[in-house]
């Protein structure tokens, strides 16, 4: 018998690329210009021009030895410093090159940052609605995950008291996603400090440490001149950890980083661990032509307006039909409530008008749905009739 | 308290990494060119030129949503069926695209496999010496490794009667790694052919499903025509990890893949847990742009001639010398025999002479050392007086 938790897993699999697969099969039944994909976080941005550049470049100019050999597990040194360069400017930190390892995107971040830190039995803290594979990340390294529900009534903010009471002395870290995918929120100033501040009393009163594991990869996608705060800036037990797959729209590269900065609890420690969590669970490195060229490309930003357009288009939209959208001030998501409650149901009915988004229990919280939009803006447009009708089918 | 289990692995670190910093620091002391530094598998050929080109011409020709996009876990399917054709032709295999999922290089194969296989407490079989990071991917998730000694007799080949003895209840799997690291030597048609029937006999005896789990990163490095014999065709029950960074030089790049024939017991189930093992431990995909340079540049072949030329040279020195090395007939590593049988203070009386290598005991085998002659021809030779320096100390 192969490993029981992996045949439950793979009876059970994934219901985001689930409707992925089923948008391939509307698509090649319906034609694709006829179905409304809004499943999955893909880009639809290109990457940068300079993206293109600097690969040609790298590989026209780079000795291939240096080019594709074995580096530290770490990272190239000059491209750790490099990023911990670009933070400081941006977030007035003061980061070297030690604090920083290079990644096989966030993903890959996160599995080294929770393997280093969780011993059986350790709590990992949530918001949810949450992206689900936290929990399989936690798992993989016998951690528990548990779900502080975030504030329906203060438009998914994080809940600092919800949050407070939660912690106990099993709890380890508490992994928060800002901007939030799948609600498009970003959390505030104010609710970063209202957390920072229950974390380390909490942390007073139970003599522990709890880290703060921040998962960035919507960092760039603010709108309307919205702020993302720099958690390190606020708690000092934080980790972030980054990826470039949707600032840049490279998430097939698998590139990103994770930070440990010096003032966290056993800092060093937790970095001479980090790096060799990278090495044994089979990453080895973060892929070494990318990054070299994230490197030269991290002032490189995507087109938001794009995105924020779509944004704007789709919200009016579905207000206009009658629903309910979180008006979200980042990532590419709409998180929009039920009609009837029932977000399965309202997946299924959408369905009928070949629109495909995904029900919140796929992010433990139904009552609501998650609309990707990180699509065509051409394909927004063409969808709103089809959400008149799904809504006219709530009677709305 | 950070992880208990990453605490001990931080403290030890790794010997071989530790030997790539006193390289190092040797370097920066003496000049590169005075160290002969042995220690570490980085490829010396550089990468053939056909992969600049292919990366270059990736990059000007394909639209960036398309090369920088996610695709399935398993890989672009274009290139899983140009891996499975490639094996077909080479190997007269039988295997599509379904039979391939493309990995983060080796070590993410090898942790994909056996995340997917291995429940708690189950045993994982393999031959010392032995490269020691195996016991981490296994104990990675939660098994246990155990070593059969190879046959010193018989040129460090695998020992059948050993490892059926050595197979119980709890056996999950069997790792072989073939061409072999650290001894060089290649598993023989007559010894696979062994293997293969102890584990049939063992599996009908227990009723229970036993994989060798073949890591085969040095296939292409063999010399003196000798053949590696395809192991899916002696046994059926194998699962094969690849991976290019030896093959075509590209460490740093992180690719490669896992063959899971049709004629494995489990094999649908074992793709599909395989596939879930690949996304949720965070590697999401192999390198979406190294894919694509990979399945244009299957037919490409490093210099094996420049290693073959530094193994006779190598080998030819070290035994005028007064050392016994085993002669290596595939992969780029000498396995040399300590001349008072402590590797660690052969090593250790190495470093006085600017010679670098791993002691056996870093490979689960006091006794030998490690020369990896994956350097240039020119240290070989440099270093040759040395050897012979160091051959004098011990009265050879």
């Known amino acids: ?13 994934s219901a985001i690329r689930a409707m992925f697969e089923e948008g391939n099969r509307l698509s090649q039944k319906y034609g694709r210009e006829n179905v409304y994909d809004f499943s999955i976080g893909n880009p639809n941005i290109p990457a940068p021009e300079k993206i293109r550049e ?23 040194p000059f491209v750790r410093s ?4 670009s933070l400081n400017r941006r977030f007035g930190t003061n980061f070297t ?6 990644t096989v995107g966030a993903a890959g971040g996160l599995n080294i940052v929770l393997k280093t ?9 949530v918001f949810s609605p949450y992206f689900l594979e936290y929990g399989n990340y936690v798992s993989n390294y016998d951690g528990v995950l548990k779900a502080v529900p975030a504030s329906e009534t203060d438009g998914f903010q994080p809940d600092a008291a919800a949050l407070y009471s939660a912690v106990n002395e ?23 400090k209202e957390l920072a501040a229950a974390l380390e009393k909490r942390q007073a009163e139970l003599g522990t ?32 950890c980054y990826s470039w797959s949707k600032s840049l729209s490279l998430p097939g590269e698998r590139i990103g980083y994770v930070v440990i900065p010096n003032d966290a609890d056993d800092s060093a420690l937790i ?23 994230v490197a030269a490309c991290l002032d490189e930003k995507t087109d938001v307006g794009a995105y924020d357009r779509n944004r704007q288009t789709l919200y009016n939209g579905l207000k206009s039909a009658g629903f309910e959208p979180v008006y979200p001030s980042g990532a590419f998501y709409m998180w929009v409530k039920a009609p009837d409650g029932d977000d399965k149901a309202f997946s299924q009915r959408a369905k009928k008008y070949n629109i495909l988004f995904v029900p919140g229990s796929s992010f433990a919280c139904p009552g609501y749905v998650r609309i990707a939009y990180c699509v065509s803006h051409d394909m927004i447009v063409r969808s709103l009739p089809a959400f008149k009708k799904l809504g006219e089918e709530y009677g709305l």
Do not use: C, W
């Not at 040609?56 to 074995?70: K, R, V, W």
């Not at 490099?82 to 360069?85: F, G, I, L, P």
């Not at 830190?117 to 803290?125: A, I, Q």
């Open 1 to 13: 018998m192969i490993s029981e938790k992996m045949i439950k897993m793979a009876e059970g699999g």
């Open 54 to 76: 600097e690969i040609i470049s790298i590989a026209e100019n780079t000795d291939p030895m240096e080019l594709h050999g074995y580096m530290s597990n770490a990272g190239y």
């Open 82 to 85: 490099a990023v911990a360069e």
């Open 97 to 102: 090159g030690e604090n920083i390892i290079m």
């Open 117 to 125: 830190l969780l011993n059986p039995g350790d709590e990992v803290l």
């Open 170 to 192: 099993k709890t380890k870290a508490v992994i928060i996603n800002n901007p939030n995918n799948p609600t498009g929120v970003i959390y505030s100033e104010e609710k970063i």
């Open 209 to 240: 440490s709890i880290y703060i594991i921040s998962d960035e990869p919507y960092r760039e996608l603010a709108y309307d001149g919205a702020e993302v705060p720099y958690i390190t800036k606020y708690y000092k037990n934080t980790i972030v």
């Open 271 to 293: 970095v001479s661990a980090a790096v060799i969590a990278n090495r044994i669970l089979g990453f080895v490195n973060a892929p070494a032509l990318q990054q070299r060229m």
